[in-house]
């Protein structure tokens, strides 16, 4: 799901996945720039969803640059207020450029609360 993605929707929308309970973020809602805007999604997520499936577009630049500190702000809030996170789409660029970066993808893919998954698909399996 990408922000050209006919089928991503274009609001945020609660959405049930495997049996749990998913914030599907539109592609076209706000940037999440700060942890003001992760907070934001963790309210709109709180009592109602278990998950926040974010398309990675979605998210500044600045999150895929882990010097800047924003991926480690943002997902420390949902780590804290026990919200999973699933980054949904192509990040293919950005990991062959950091190193640093893939491996912050791979060891949040082996664990339960921070995902980064091509689709939808790859994230039931995270569900399952």
């Known amino acids: 799901m990408t922000p050209t993605d006919p089928t991503a929707p274009t609001t945020d929308q609660v959405i049930e996945r495997r049996g749990v309970p998913v914030l599907l973020c539109g592609a076209d809602g706000p940037p999440v720039a700060g942890t ?61 450029d950091s190193t640093a970066l893939r491996d912050l993808v791979t060891e949040s893919n082996r664990g339960q609360q921070i995902w980064f998954v091509a689709d939808l698909d790859e994230l039931d399996t995270h569900l399952a």
């Open 36 to 96: 003001q805007d992760a907070l934001d999604l963790i309210g709109a997520a709180f009592s109602r969803a278990d998950v926040v499936a974010l398309p990675a577009g979605r998210l500044d630049e600045r999150f895929f640059r882990l010097r800047s500190g924003l991926a480690g702000e943002i997902m420390q809030k949902f780590v804290n207020y026990r919200i999973r996170l699933a980054i949904v789409g192509d990040i293919s660029a950005y990991v062959a």
